[in-house]
Every structure is written in C-alpha cells, then in structure tokens.
C-alpha cells in the first residue's frame, strides 16, 4: 500500500509539472496586449477602442477567435488549403487574384477622424407607398450601439479615414486573396445623400492598397447631372491624379492593351445615346484611341439593358446585385445567356456574387429582398454559379457595404440597447474572407487550366 501511495504521489506531481510547463509556454505565445490593430480588429483594437464602447470587453472576443471554420457547404468544393493567420506578415498572406474585385466604401466616418458619425446613423427610409410606410418606425440611427446596419462591424463604428481601418481592410482583402478594390467615387466636392466627399481618401487608400500589392479601381456613382460630357472629364481627373500610382488598376483589353477600368453604377439613367457619345469612336467626344482610353463596365439590371449597353459603346457587363432573384442580371440561372451574350458581342461578362442581402436596418420594410446567408451555402452558391459561366472577372458585392448586408468584412455578435445583431456564428468572423479565398484559389486554377 505504501509503494501504491508513492507511486500515486509522484505521478501527480509529474502531471503538475507538465501542466505548468505547459501553462508557461501559452502565455508566451499569447500576443501583446499593446500590439497595433491586427487585420480583425480584435484584441489590439478592442484594447484601444474601449473607451468608445465599440466593442464592450474581450470576452466575445475570446470565443469567436476560437470559433470553427465553415465547412463547405457546396457539392462543387473549392480547395480547403490551410487556415490563415491574420496577424501574420505579409508572406502569409496567399497570392492576389488580380480577376476578383471587391466593392469598397469609403463613406463611413466617426467622431474621432470627422468630427461626428457618417453613415452609421443612417436614417431609416421610408416606403414610397405613403400608406405603407405608416406601418414602420422613422428616424435616425444613434451609434455606436445603434448603426444603420443588420451586422456589426469587428471594428466597430470605423472611420473611412483612420490609417488602421485602411490597413486592416487590406490585410483582410489580401487574406481573401482578393487583387483589385473597386472603391466607390464621387467627383470632388460631391457625395451621396448620407455622406461627405471622399475623392481625398484615395490618396491613402492606394497608398496602402499598394503595401499589400492590391489594385485600385474605380466604381463611379450616379451623380446629379452626370452625362458624357461630366464623365469625360472625370475619367481625366482619374487618369491624371491617380493614374500613375503603382497601384492603379489596369486590366488588358481584348486589343492587347493595358487599360484603365471603370465600373459605372446605375450606367442605364443615360440613354445609349448619351454614352455613346463618349464611348463609341465616332462620337462628338469620344474618348477612344486618346490617353485617356479605358475599358468600361455597364451595371446590367433588366434583360433589354443588354442591347443598350452594346449600342452604348461599354466594353462589358456587371451585375452588382447580391439578391438571385431580384433582377434579371442578378439572377444566376441568367448568367449563362448573358456570358453567351457577351461572348457573341466582345463584352466582358463580369458577374457579381455575394454572402446574402439585408438591408431593413436601413429600409425596415424591404424583408422580401432579404437573402439568408445560410452560413456560407448562399455565398457558396453564387461562387459556383459564376465560375460555371468561365468568366474573365468576378466581383464580389462587397467588402464593406453594411447597410445592404452584403460585406464579407468580419463582424462580431453584439447587442446595443434594443439592438440585437445578426453574427456569423457558429463559424468565426473571418469565414466570408476564407471563403472567398478558397474560391479565388479555384478560379485561378480553372483560368490556367483553361489557358493550357
């Protein structure tokens, strides 16, 4: 019996000493609480944005960062490959696919950067039915609790400004192996209904965009009074102030040339004739064979837009919308027709996938659009149905425009008064960005496969 309580004695005291051991060697690997804002903005940001209530503790912390990896829900399966550290150096990160495009807003401001919150507190629009619209709250949104959002961003009510947000989204976008950035523009001195200008934000954006070797281009608004005359000279501002910037986008046309590319939002409020005027080569102020010259991209809603688009004189076709279902272009069981379409005509089909659609934060009546995530399938679904049509390009709706729902961005669980938000959970917030990953590996692969 004494050799059994010896025996005993000296086995828990090796297992205390492993587990000391082991206690030692998690503490040095745990990262240094004054660290700088790593790519989630958790940890280091929560440290340092407390005092604005963007993120209350680090508990949800602690537990999302421990969250599991989505499985992939799809029949079609892009390569797993392995699980990316975000805090890690840029040699981590995989290569940029220069054909996936992510839309990219600058219009989000704070007080600590702009002296007040932008777009967070996005009014709550009301229905054009004034009869139906009685039926729903009116007002503002109160951040940093309350955004104009159904998600809440890791890093909380950001500035479009601040340096660290910047370098973050690029960590984030490299980390999706996501090339290209089209952010969205105005001219100087103009802005959406909600927001400020934002043409002297480009300045940083490229800058950084730069560092992680990822490429700008520019997704054009539809402004008051924009025509071909307007958008000629923006098209030079563009070239000019910008255009010699290692980070601009270029993209080579089906001549062989290195071009700039431009998406044009709501390109269908100008009639054909308009833009034709600019894009065609014999129209009164064209801007084919100048140095100005550039390949762009008409936003396609309904099916006879095709057709007007191609007498337009655009060089391609997207279709933004992350909502199957909700418009012609948008709906993927129309993508194959219109990639034949495109094909036929010289066009680039560029189709637009996205994680899913909810946008009644902001327009409480407009659940009919809303489209569930589903924990990745939705997103999953939209990748595969763009890869089937081998398309030259795909862009992604979106990085970071959270009133619609559609960010890949990572976003954490909170609850801001009233405010319930909706999560990735049970996956972590990183799950969209490894899923576009997997897919923008896939694709590279199916387009050099195709050029063997």
Same mark, same amino acid.
């Given at each position: 019996?004494?050799?059994?309580?010896?025996?005993?004695?000296? $086995?828990?005291?090796?297992?205390?000493?492993?587990?000391?051991?082991?206690?030692?060697?998690?503490?040095?690997?745990?990262?240094?609480?004054?660290?700088?804002?790593?790519?989630?903005?958790?940890?280091?940001?929560?440290?340092?944005?407390?005092?604005?209530?963007?993120?209350?503790?680090?508990?949800?912390?602690?537990?999302?960062?421990?969250?599991?990896?989505?499985?992939?829900?799809?029949?079609?399966?892009?390569?797993?490959?392995?699980?990316?550290?975000?805090?890690?150096?840029?040699?981590?990160?995989?290569?940029?696919?220069?054909?996936?495009?992510?839309?990219?807003?600058?219009?989000?401001?704070?007080?600590?950067?702009?002296?007040? @919150?932008?777009?967070?507190?996005?009014?709550?629009?009301?229905?054009?039915?004034?009869?139906?619209?009685?039926?729903?709250?009116?007002?503002?949104?109160?951040?940093?609790?309350?955004?104009?959002?159904?998600?809440?961003?890791?890093?909380?009510?950001?500035?479009?400004?601040?340096?660290?947000?910047?370098?973050?989204?690029?960590?984030?976008?490299?980390?999706?192996?996501?090339?290209?950035?089209?952010?969205? /523009?105005?001219?100087?001195?103009?802005?959406?209904?909600?927001?400020?200008? %934002?043409?002297?934000?480009?300045?940083?954006?490229?800058?950084?965009?730069?560092?992680?070797?990822?490429?700008?281009?520019?997704?054009?608004?539809? @402004?008051?009074?924009?025509?071909?005359?307007?958008?000629?000279?923006?098209?030079?501002?563009?070239?000019?102030? @910008?255009?010699?910037?290692?980070?601009?986008?270029?993209?080579?046309?089906?001549?062989?040339?290195?071009?700039?590319?431009? @998406?044009?939002?709501?390109?269908?409020?100008?009639?054909?004739?308009?833009?034709?005027?600019?894009?065609?080569?014999?129209?009164?102020? %064209?801007?084919?064979? $100048?140095?100005?010259?550039?390949?762009?991209?008409?936003?396609?809603?309904?099916?006879?837009?095709?057709?007007?688009?191609?007498?337009?004189?655009?060089?391609?076709?997207?279709?933004?919308?992350?909502?199957?279902?909700?418009?012609?272009?948008?709906?993927?069981?129309? /993508?194959?027709?219109?990639?034949?379409?495109?094909?036929?005509?010289?066009?680039?089909?560029?189709?637009?996938?996205?994680?899913?659609?909810?946008?009644?934060?902001?327009?409480?009546?407009?659940?009919?659009?809303?489209?569930?995530?589903?924990?990745?399938?939705?997103?999953?679904?939209?990748?595969?149905?763009?890869?089937? $049509?081998?398309?030259?390009?795909?862009?992604? %709706?979106?990085?970071?425009?959270?009133?619609?729902?559609?960010?890949?961005?990572?976003?954490?669980?909170?609850?801001?008064?009233?405010?319930?938000?909706?999560?990735?959970?049970?996956?972590?917030?990183?799950?969209?960005?490894?899923?576009?990953?997997? /897919?923008?590996?896939?694709?590279?692969?199916?387009?050099?496969?195709?050029?063997?």
């Amino acid at each position: 019996m004494a050799r059994l309580r010896q025996k005993y004695c000296v $086995t828990l005291t090796a297992l205390a000493l492993l587990i000391f051991v082991i206690t030692v060697v998690l503490k040095t690997l745990t990262p240094d609480a004054n660290s700088s804002v790593d790519a989630f903005g958790f940890v280091a940001f929560a440290h340092q944005r407390q005092g604005e209530n963007h993120i209350q503790g680090n508990s949800e912390v602690e537990v999302l960062t421990r969250a599991a990896i989505a499985p992939n829900a799809m029949n079609k399966k892009a390569p797993e490959g392995k699980e990316l550290s975000f805090d890690s150096g840029a040699r981590d990160f995989p290569p940029p696919n220069y054909n996936i495009h992510a839309f990219y807003y600058t219009w989000y401001g704070n007080p600590q950067f702009d002296g007040r @919150y932008i777009h967070w507190n996005h009014p709550l629009l009301p229905h054009w039915d004034p009869k139906v619209a009685e039926g729903y709250p009116k007002g503002r949104h109160q951040p940093p609790d309350d955004i104009g959002a159904n998600f809440y961003p890791a890093l909380g009510a950001y500035s479009s400004r601040d340096p660290s947000v910047v370098e973050a989204h690029m960590q984030q976008l490299r980390t999706a192996a996501v090339g290209v950035l089209a952010v969205s /523009w105005y001219p100087p001195g103009m802005k959406d209904d909600n927001g400020e200008s %934002t043409d002297d934000i480009v300045p940083l954006i490229l800058e950084v965009a730069d560092k992680y070797k990822v490429k700008v281009a520019f997704h054009i608004e539809p @402004y008051k009074g924009r025509d071909d005359t307007s958008m000629l000279e923006n098209i030079k501002y563009i070239v000019e102030k @910008y255009g010699g910037h290692p980070a601009f986008f270029r993209h080579k046309s089906s001549a062989g040339k290195l071009l700039p590319l431009f @998406y044009i939002y709501d390109s269908y409020l100008q009639s054909a004739d308009i833009w034709a005027q600019m894009l065609k080569p014999t129209g009164k102020s %064209t801007i084919r064979n $100048t140095p100005y010259d550039s390949i762009f991209i008409a936003l396609l809603v309904e099916e006879k837009h095709k057709r007007e688009i191609l007498d337009a004189g655009f060089d391609g076709i997207y279709t933004y919308f992350a909502t199957s279902g909700f418009s012609y272009g948008s709906s993927y069981h129309n /993508w194959k027709s219109i990639k034949d379409f495109c094909d036929g005509n010289n066009l680039i089909f560029i189709p637009s996938v996205g994680p899913g659609y909810i946008d009644t934060s902001i327009r409480p009546w407009n659940f009919q659009n809303t489209r569930n995530r589903i924990n990745g399938k939705y997103y999953e679904t939209s990748l595969s149905a763009a890869l089937d $049509t081998r398309p030259q390009i795909i862009s992604v %709706t979106s990085f970071n425009e959270w009133h619609e729902g559609t960010q890949i961005e990572t976003a954490i669980p909170k609850t801001g008064g009233q405010t319930a938000y909706l999560d990735y959970l049970p996956h972590k917030p990183s799950v969209y960005l490894e899923i576009t990953r997997r /897919w923008a590996v896939k694709f590279r692969e199916d387009q050099v496969g195709e050029d063997l």
